[in-house]
């Protein structure tokens, strides 16, 4: 229970922190382009593009974990804690699977 609540503030955590445009340096496809192209992008743009699909995994974890908490069904509090670990799956491939293209550019 303790375990599900740490990864869920974690992941929500880092949610917000990308949509604001921080903490884009966790994200492996910004961290490894040049200092020329990341000049040249809004961190904001790509934190948004990044978070908004997280945010949306957040809240898929957070309607799991309640129904983890208030069920009695046993059998459906499994299926909730195995659709936790998919999603945190998920929600990882997210970030990596993002491509930062040149529609992330700051406008001039």
Known sequence: MVGSLIVIGFM???????ING?????????RTLPDKVKKTL??????????????????????????VYFSDSEKLQGYAVYGMMLLFVVSIAII??????????KDK
């Open 22 to 30: 921080k903490a884009l340096n966790m994200v492996p496809g910004y």
């Open 12 to 18: 929500t955590i880092i949610s917000i922190a990308l």
């Open 96 to 105: 990596d699977m993002i491509n930062i293209t040149g529609k992330d550019k």
């Open 42 to 67: 809004d961190p904001k743009k790509v934190g948004r593009k990044l978070g908004i699909p997280m945010a949306g995994v957040d809240i898929v974890m957070i309607i799991f974990f309640i129904i």
